[in-house]
């Protein structure tokens, strides 16, 4: 779907290939706006795969090294929120409803949206990063889900701020 920045990681992708990096992208979910005939030539150049639609996707994320959204506007990233809690870092758009899943190089990086340039710079700082600090980035990530988005702590803020 155009609006998750699809084209721009695309071009991402396309350039750090293209300067040799081992990059890999697996994508998951239902295919829109005619980007069939492009995600068959990406996988056909080795450094794509796609999934289709999922019902269970805890597999993909236990595979990953990092998870990337780069979307255009989002209500609140569920998608964010569960490879964050699933211990995975994320890069993603520095916009409401998605930039409240990451601290800035501590759990993950943001990029600009519709920002070819700033997604690329923000995918090449992740991979220049050992799997250690991959990781450890991803526990950070769980952590701050658990403090900032458990269900529980946000049901009783909204309790409280409506008793006021």
């Keep these: 779907m155009k609006e998750k920045g699809v084209d721009e990681l695309f071009a991402a992708m396309k350039q750090l290939n293209a300067e040799g990096r081992s990059c890999f992208l697996n994508i998951v979910g239902p295919c829109e706006e005619g980007y069939e005939e492009i995600l068959h030539k990406y996988e056909k150049l080795g450094w794509l795969k796609y999934h289709g639609y999922q019902e269970d996707v805890i597999p993909f994320i236990r595979k990953s090294d990092c998870f990337v959204l780069p979307s255009y506007h989002e209500g609140m990233a569920n998608t964010n929120l569960e490879c964050a809690s699933s211990g995975r870092p994320i890069i993603t758009s520095n916009i409401p409803g998605c930039k409240e899943a990451v601290i800035e190089g501590i759990t993950g990086f943001t990029c600009m949206p519709k920002n070819f340039d700033s997604l690329y710079k923000a995918m ?37 701020v409506i008793n006021l």
Excluded: P, S
Excluded at 137 to 157: I, L, N, S, T, Y
């Design 124 to 160: 090449l700082r992740m991979l220049e990063l050992n799997q250690g600090d991959r990781i450890k980035m991803g526990k950070a990530g769980r952590k701050h889900m658990e403090d900032f988005f458990d269900r529980r702590k946000v049901v009783q803020e909204t309790v409280e």
